[in-house]
């Protein structure tokens, strides 16, 4: 079953940018339709003999047929859709919201797994949530679609879409790694005095000579020597090492929580209703996918 699915765009240039995403998105063009004032055929521009209040009038009155018609096209497009009767109230915003210089683009989807693909691409490209802006409207007056109503100038447009942003920073706390110090670690040789006690021998010659009173015998008389021999200890020297105590050098992680504390800016937006005939300004509230 064929189905028709609406997008509101605040421009006609927005609707056709819609058009080629859903293009791209398989939907042909001859089952897409905008329905906008910039869409009807341009009027005939006034002879230029006429003098410039006569040339003035003409256009705003060729710009006010150009609305008849955009009219015309859009309410025949509805009563193709719903017939004369019981036609519901929203019909009527989409109405007003031509009236207010905005596009309506509406798709025929013959495939029914397609109509979410059609609305997100839709909501995608730009179209507006009628029922917030409807609700917009009313807090300005509005309470119905009136045919007889003028459409909107190109000023009236532009103060009713006048925006002011609301901005609001977000605080995104990251981490990096920084160098806090570390240990460096050197060998060398060291020399350290020190000193041992020993105890060490020595053997000396020693020579007695004692008076005697004795007859010589033979043996007393010849040649012979004896030699004695004189020695001692000296510390001799001699170094063992010996491993005794390791340093090893490593490096261990742990985890700390660190709380962090910062301003974020952001902008608000108040709203002060003013008397006045025609006030039509007001907050743009978040948008929302199209009907």
């Known amino acids: 079953m ?18 080629t995403r859903l293009e791209a998105e398989g939907i042909a063009r001859t089952d897409m339709t905008v329905h906008a004032a910039d869409a009807a055929p341009s009027p005939r521009a006034p002879m230029a003999r006429r003098d410039a209040a006569t040339t003035e009038v003409e256009t705003s009155r060729a710009a006010g047929d ?13 009563k193709n859709l719903f017939g004369d009767d019981d036609r519901p109230e929203e019909i009527g915003h989409y109405q ?20 979410e693909r059609v609305r997100d691409a839709l909501y995608a490209a730009g179209a507006i949530d009628i029922d917030s802006r409807v609700a917009r ?46 240990v460096r670690v050197y060998s060398r040789v060291t020399e350290t005095p020190v000193s041992e006690s020993v105890s060490l021998r020595e053997e000396h010659a020693t020579i007695e000579r004692r008076a005697v009173d004795r007859p010589a015998t033979a043996a007393d008389i010849k040649e012979g020597f004896v030699e004695i021999r004189e020695t001692q200890e000296e510390p001799v020297i001699g170094k063992t090492a010996r491993v005794v105590e390791e340093v090893v050098v490593g490096k ?14 952001g902008t608000e ?9 025609d006030d039509r300004r007001a907050v743009t509230p978040p948008s929302k996918k199209p009907l």
Request: proline letters at 1%; glycine letters at 6%; zero cysteines.
């Open 66 to 78: 150009a609305h008849e018609g955009v009219v015309d096209r859009v309410e025949h497009f509805f």
């Open 252 to 265: 261990e992680a742990s985890n700390r929580t660190e709380t962090v504390h910062d301003t974020v800016r």
């Open 2 to 19: 064929t189905q028709t699915v609406i997008g509101v765009f605040d421009s006609f240039q927005e609707a056709q940018t819609a058009q």
């Open 269 to 277: 937006v108040e709203v002060e209703r003013t008397t006045g005939a």
């Open 137 to 182: 409207w009313r807090s300005t007056g509005y309470t119905a679609y009136d045919r007889n109503a003028a459409a909107y100038t190109a000023d009236e447009i532009a103060d009713e879409r006048k925006a002011f942003p609301v901005v609001q920073e977000s605080l995104e706390v990251g981490k990096r790694e920084v160098q806090t110090g570390g």
């Open 96 to 115: 007003e919201a031509v009236r207010r210089g905005s596009a309506l683009l509406s798709v025929e989807v013959r495939d029914e797994s397609a109509v």
